[in-house]
């Protein structure tokens, strides 16, 4: 599963590298972003269909909702989007992206699970599939929210878990969006061997109100 993530790029630069077409949000940079905390999200306008970067609540809350109390997931497997009803609306009209420097995971050890900072091999940022919705309130209010795809594992990424997030290339980002044609469940896959790189970071991470810089350095040994 992914539960935690960085994201600490200026706004700014994150919609100039996806090409987005609004005014930058306003949002703290985070290196420890949790379940149910606000985050930047890309994805397309249904009405406009501009790119733009907005920020969403991590916590799908589907738009037939009968009120805002019920079932968040965080994640969502992508053997079953397209037959799942929690999720095959959003999958077919509702993807987004959601840019990220680094993910964590966690490997049981004799001493207890061991978090792992997984960042690109080429230090560019990740940009994680997800989907995301519009919840309208009884009040009209209006609550957008998004969770994160999950895939199998690529072969670094399979000696911590048996899960990992879809990560989407920058050529697939006009196909995931649904600004071009095409077949968006081709690319639910893990990434390349290799184009990932792993690292043991401090467990301070394991509690969310921790949250700079410190959280990625390596962790000393033993």
Not at 5 to 15: G, N, Q, T
Not at 133 to 160: D, K, Q, V
């Amino acid at each position: 599963m992914c539960g935690r993530y960085a994201s600490f790029l200026p706004p700014e630069a994150i919609a100039r590298m996806f090409g987005t077409a609004n005014p930058s949000p306003d949002i703290d940079p985070s290196w420890n972003l949790a379940p149910s905390q606000p985050a930047l999200v890309v994805r397309r306008h249904p009405a406009t269909l501009e790119r733009r970067l907005n920020v969403l609540r991590w916590g799908l809350l589907p738009h037939f909702a009968k009120d805002a109390g019920g079932r968040r997931p965080i994640n969502a497997r992508a053997e079953t989007l397209a037959v799942s009803g929690m999720f095959r609306g959003a999958f077919a009209a509702r993807r987004c992206l959601v840019p990220a420097n680094a993910f964590y995971e966690w490997q049981a050890t004799a001493t207890g699970k061991q978090p792992f900072a997984v960042a690109r091999a080429d230090g560019t940022p990740l940009a994680l599939g997800g989907l995301w919705e519009g919840w309208r309130g009884p009040g009209g209010e209006i609550e957008r929210s998004f969770c994160i795809i999950t895939i199998p594992p690529n072969a670094e990424m399979a000696a911590l878990h048996n899960r990992m997030p879809l990560v989407v290339e920058p050529a697939d980002w006009p196909l995931w969006l649904g600004e071009v044609p095409g077949d968006a469940a081709a690319l639910l896959h893990p990434p390349p061997d290799g184009s990932l790189r792993l690292w043991p970071v401090g467990r301070a991470v394991n509690a969310h109100a921790n949250n700079d810089a410190s959280l990625l350095e390596l962790a000393a040994a033993g």
